[in-house]
T-cell receptor, first 114, second 115 residues
Framework: AQTVTQSQPEMSVQEAETVTLSCTYDTSESDYYLFWYKQPPSRQMILVIRQEAYKQQNATENRFSVNFQKAAKSFSLKISDSQLGDAAMYFCAYRGYNTDKLIFGTGTRLQVFP | DAGVTQSPTHLIKTRGQQVTLRCSPKSGHDTVSWYQQALGQGPQFIFQYYEEEERQRGNFPDRFSGHQFPNYSSELNVNALLLGDSALYLC??????????????FGPGTRLTVT
C-alpha cells in the first residue's frame, strides 16, 4: 500500500523569505502523480503544484517549486518570497496512474510572520 | 463558473442517527469523490462515483454509502453515526482532460459533529 509521510507538523517563515516543506512517500508503482495542496482556514483544498513521476524536470508554479527525487521517494515544496497569504496547512498527496484516489500526508502547518 | 459546492456547511447529529451530505460538482465535471478529514489529519478517500455508480472505494464500512444523480451531483449517507464519524467531509470533482491528466477540484466541505 502507498503511504505519504510529512515529518514537519509545523514550520514558520519570515515574510519574503524562502521555506521548504518535506514529504516522503512509499510506493511500488513506477507511474504516479504527486501533489501539494494548500488548505487555508476556509477549509477549501487548493492545488498548489503537480508533478508527474515520469517527468524528470521539477515542476514550478510562480513562487512554488518542487524537488522531486524519485529514487529517494522524496517530494519537497519550496516557497520563495513567502507572503502572509501563504499561511495555511499544506498537504502532500499521491495518486496512482489509473486511479482518482488521493493519498494524503498528515500535513504541515505553515506560519508566515511579517 | 461555480466551483464545487457542498451543503450543509455545518451540522450536528446524535450518535446512532443517519446523515446525508450533498455535493454539486464543478460545471462540466462528471466524477465525484468523497473524503473524510478528521481533525489534525489529512483527508482519507471514502469512494468515487462516475456514471451513477460507485467505481472505487476506500477502507470505510458499509455504513458509508453514496449516490450520484443524472446531473452528476452526489450524496454521501452515513448510518448509525459514531462519535468517530465527526470530521470534515470533502467532495472533489473532476473532468477528464486527456488520458490520465486531470485536475480534481475540492469543495469547501461539510463539518459534521456527532454528539
Amino acid at each position: 500500500a502507498q503511504t505519504v509521510t510529512q515529518s514537519q507538523p509545523e514550520m514558520s517563515v519570515q515574510e519574503a523569505e524562502t521555506v521548504t516543506l518535506s514529504c516522503t512517500y512509499d510506493t511500488s508503482e513506477s507511474d504516479y502523480y504527486l501533489f501539494w495542496y494548500k488548505q487555508p482556514p476556509s477549509r477549501q483544498m487548493i492545488l498548489v503544484i503537480r508533478q508527474e513521476a515520469y517527468k524528470q524536470q521539477n515542476a514550478t508554479e510562480n513562487r512554488f517549486s518542487v524537488n522531486f527525487q524519485k529514487a529517494a521517494k522524496s517530494f519537497s515544496l519550496k516557497i520563495s518570497d513567502s507572503q502572509l497569504g501563504d499561511a495555511a496547512m499544506y498537504f502532500c498527496a499521491y495518486r496512482g496512474y489509473n486511479t482518482d484516489k488521493l493519498i494524503f500526508g498528515t500535513g504541515t502547518r505553515l506560519q508566515v510572520f511579517p | 463558473d461555480a466551483g464545487v459546492t457542498q451543503s450543509p456547511t455545518h451540522l450536528i447529529k446524535t450518535r446512532g442517527q443517519q446523515v446525508t451530505l450533498r455535493c454539486s460538482p464543478k460545471s462540466g465535471h462528471d466524477t465525484v469523490s468523497w473524503y473524510q478529514q478528521a481533525l489534525g489529519q489529512g483527508p482519507q478517500f471514502i469512494f468515487q462515483y462516475y456514471e451513477e455508480e460507485e467505481r472505487q472505494r476506500g477502507n470505510f464500512p458499509d455504513r458509508f454509502s453514496g449516490h450520484q444523480f443524472p446531473n452528476y451531483s452526489s450524496e454521501l449517507n452515513v448510518n448509525a453515526l459514531l462519535l468517530g464519524d465527526s470530521a470534515l467531509y470533502l467532495c472533489a470533482s473532476r473532468a477528464l482532460l486527456s488520458g490520465t491528466h486531470y485536475e480534481q477540484y475540492f469543495g469547501p466541505g461539510t463539518r459534521l459533529t456527532v454528539t
